[in-house]
């Protein structure tokens, strides 16, 4: 028969088990108990804001808590990076992540970079890729991406892109490896001076992520030639691939979902099942797809694997010639 002291001990341990299950059940259940912060590398308005703040809108509909963009734009993505890299790793401050300052900037420029990729974060779930694509001006006498290429072959042509060393710029050199061409490089500080220049004819063709493009092409204004990809899309059917047409090109410009390195993992796997409810929604995916982006549920480990596997696409292509040009 258990004695009175026997009794107080075990009557003490239960009262004690009991208020660690009713303090740690709570604080687990609690998350969120605050706005989450989104931070998106580019300023209001620009394509991956758009993308930010679809996703930010369709998990406020879910985890309980606003989820609100913060735009810190500034060298491709990285200054917002490095924000979220230094953040308290509690979850409420998340990346737009993509593959410019993930997968482009560790490939290219790991050494000048104030964080670490994958060290300084905690994959949550890729949300979508969008193809590259190579443009022309609607009254361009390039009607196919063949009769661009085998146009090198006798004279010298350029191309523009958003900047030296961004994606598209490398996407573009991918090709002209694949194709073995030489094409002259004309970086401009945004798509507009460069769309403006192409159909004005100081250069040839425009090469760039494909969705923010797609009303123009739709429009008449733009032809586009050829798109990154594995398939073609169904958005835009009549485009065929560069790997159709014999031209490994694998990259394309994605967007992610990621958070500070030590954020705790019940957090990651409640913020991962969130953003793939949310990428299952109509709402979602027929706003991802009207413009030739494609939605992608990769969570936490297979997100991982595939920054790195893009960072090893990128540096695939890293030439001396090409690096030499991202270094001056």
């Not at 995916?285 to 893009?310: P, S």
């Amino acid at each position: 028969m258990m004695s009175f002291v026997s009794r107080g001990r075990f009557a003490a341990m239960v009262l004690a088990a009991c208020s660690v299950l009713s303090w740690s059940a709570p604080a687990r259940a609690a998350f969120p108990e605050q706005p989450i912060k989104l931070v998106v590398g580019f300023p209001p308005g620009g394509g991956g804001d758009l993308y930010g703040r679809m996703i930010a809108q369709a998990l406020s509909k879910t985890v309980g808590q606003s989820v609100v963009v913060d735009n810190r734009a500034g060298a491709g993505g990285n200054i917002a990076a490095d924000i979220v890299a230094k953040a308290k790793p509690d979850g409420y401050t998340l990346l737009l992540a993509m593959s410019g300052n993930l997968a482009v900037s560790p490939a290219t420029k790991p050494q000048s970079l104030p964080y670490k990729v994958p060290d300084d974060f905690a994959p949550i779930g890729l949300i979508l890729e969008a193809p590259h694509g190579l443009f022309v001006a609607h009254n361009s006498r390039f009607k196919t991406a063949q009769e661009y290429l085998a146009a090198t072959k006798t004279r010298k042509l350029s191309f523009a892109s958003t900047g030296t060393g961004a994606a598209a710029h490398i996407g573009m050199e991918m090709v002209k490896q694949a194709a073995g061409v030489d094409i002259l490089h004309v970086p401009y500080k945004g798509s507009g001076p460069a769309i403006t220049d192409m159909l004005g004819g100081q250069v040839d063709a425009f090469f760039a992520t494909a969705s923010p493009l797609i009303g123009q092409v739709r429009q008449g204004q733009l032809r586009l030639l050829a798109i990154t990809g594995e398939k073609r899309n169904a958005a835009i059917p009549d485009v065929p691939t560069f790997k159709e047409l014999g031209l490994n090109v694998p990259v394309t410009q994605w967007y992610g979902v990621v958070a500070p390195v030590g954020t705790p993992e019940p957090v990651i796997r409640f913020l991962a099942e969130h953003l793939s409810a949310a990428l299952a929604t109509a709402e979602v995916r027929d706003a991802v797809r009207k413009d030739a982006a494609t939605e992608r549920d990769l969570t936490q480990d297979r997100f991982r694997k595939f920054i790195l596997e893009d960072i090893a696409r990128y540096k695939s292509a890293m030439t001396p010639a090409l690096m030499k040009e991202i270094a001056q």
